[in-house]
């Protein structure tokens, strides 16, 4: 970057409880960007588009979290080729002609911590709820290799917003009721997406099988009631703070052009959780 000075930062609404400024400033001290910073930016979705419009030349890429993944695909002048099959951006980097590109580093993330975590290709999958995460879900379902993928909602119409989505990547989708959840998690895999409290009821009500690994996408409240629950019949559990990680490794290195340091990234972040 030509600036003295480089900015980048999340966006979202709301985003005073974002842990991404700890994870990016970590790594730029790491690797001696000394004149880098990261902030957040509360942002509603219609407000995207005039927001990145108005950034100057110093700013380098913009994280972007709900609700604006969709407008941040939207506003950008290219974009990679998943977040173009997922229909969602969660990464903005800005090129040296000053155009943006949008690109969606959760379908990698996913993908790295449900390996991480044993997923085998040829595994079953379900994805609770039909968002914007779960867009990512699917794709990283088709990354994985996965045999069947089951999406739990409420309403028919966001199970049918999925479709194109699995049909892109290659995956046959499955959709059911929100009542038949619990039935639903006997999967190899089960992926949460929905938002704090939706899948509390079902933390008395799923009958874990000890290998099933489960993904709650939450990290705030942590552990859900899902997780602990899973947890306790002998699940492999991961976080959304693994997700966290794993996606900002892949932002941090769009951003900066450099290596990302995932050592002091994950220092900070679990020594933030902690205090």
Not at 18 to 29: D, E, K, R
Request: hydrophobic residues 50%; neutral net charge; proline residues 6%.
């Amino acid at each position: 970057m030509s600036s003295e000075r480089v900015r980048a930062a999340v966006v979202g609404d709301p985003i005073a409880h974002s842990l991404s400024p700890v994870i990016h400033n970590a790594g730029y001290a790491a690797v001696g960007l000394h004149d880098w910073s990261y902030t957040r930016i509360e942002c509603a979705q219609a407000q995207l588009p005039a927001l990145v419009a108005g950034l100057g030349p110093e700013w380098a890429g913009l994280s972007v979290t709900m609700p604006g993944k969709e407008a941040a695909l939207a506003v950008a002048t290219t974009a990679s080729p998943v977040a173009v099959a997922v229909g969602a951006a969660n990464t903005l980097v800005r090129r040296p002609n000053g155009s943006w590109h949008a690109d969606n580093t959760d379908v990698a993330g996913m993908v790295e911590v449900l390996t991480a975590a044993g997923v085998r290709p040829g595994s079953t999958l379900t994805v609770l709820g039909a968002g914007g995460t779960a867009r990512a879900a699917v794709a990283a379902a088709a990354a994985l290799r996965a045999r069947t993928v089951t999406v739990v909602a409420r309403r028919k119409a966001a199970i049918a917003d999925l479709r194109p989505v699995a049909e892109t990547v290659g995956v046959s989708l499955t959709g059911v009721p929100w009542a038949d959840a619990a039935a639903a998690c006997s999967a190899d895999v089960v992926i949460s997406t929905v938002p704090a409290g939706a899948a509390d009821p079902l933390a008395t009500a799923v009958v874990w099988r000890p290998t099933t690994v489960l993904f709650d996408a939450l990290y705030d409240p942590w552990p859900t009631s899902l997780a602990s629950a899973a947890r306790t019949a002998g699940c492999r559990v991961c976080s959304g703070l693994d997700l966290l990680l794993a996606q900002a490794v892949g932002q941090f290195e769009q951003f900066t052009g450099v290596p990302a340091p995932r050592a002091a990234m994950a220092d900070a972040l679990t020594a933030a959780r902690a205090g």
